[in-house]
């Protein structure tokens, strides 16, 4: 499984750096592409961000990009986000999924393609 860490409370225009690692040992996050998600309150779960096991291919959905950067660090079993810029309207609780079979890369924004999910983290943007 997976965890989601490095969330908190955060004026406008300031930036977080989230993270994303396993807590259950034998499993190996550089096997896996990596899905960001958020849910904000009274909405949908919504793909964020994606990075494949190699960290190759990115993706962001349009309301982050220029501001959000996803990287991983395999040797580390890590795989982070960077939050710039941060708006009000990024205020969610995020999380990270794993996924197994890359060949759905161009489908990551939909959930069902992602087989472990991980406990959020609590992201406030708010002055």
């Known amino acids: 499984q997976l965890q989601a860490s490095g969330g908190g409370l955060v004026q406008p225009g300031g930036s977080l750096r989230l993270s994303c690692s396993c807590v259950?040992?034998?499993?190996?996050?550089?096997?896996?592409?990596i899905g960001w998600f958020r849910q904000a309150p009274g909405k949908e779960r919504e793909g964020v961000s994606y990075?494949?096991?190699?960290?190759?291919?990115?993706r962001y959905v349009d309301s982050v990009k220029g501001r959000f950067t996803i990287s991983r660090d395999n040797a580390k079993n890590m795989v982070y986000l960077q939050m710039n810029s941060l708006k009000d309207v990024d205020t969610a609780v995020y999380y990270c999924?794993?996924?197994?079979?890359?060949?759905?890369?161009?489908?990551?924004?939909?959930?069902?393609?992602?087989?472990?999910w991980g406990q959020g983290t609590l992201v406030t943007v708010s002055s």
């Open positions: 259950t040992s034998g499993f190996t996050l550089g096997e896996y592409a």
């Open positions: 999924a794993a996924q197994s079979d890359e060949r759905w890369r161009n489908y990551w924004t939909v959930q069902r393609y992602y087989g472990s």
């Open positions: 990075i494949t096991s190699s960290g190759g291919f990115t």
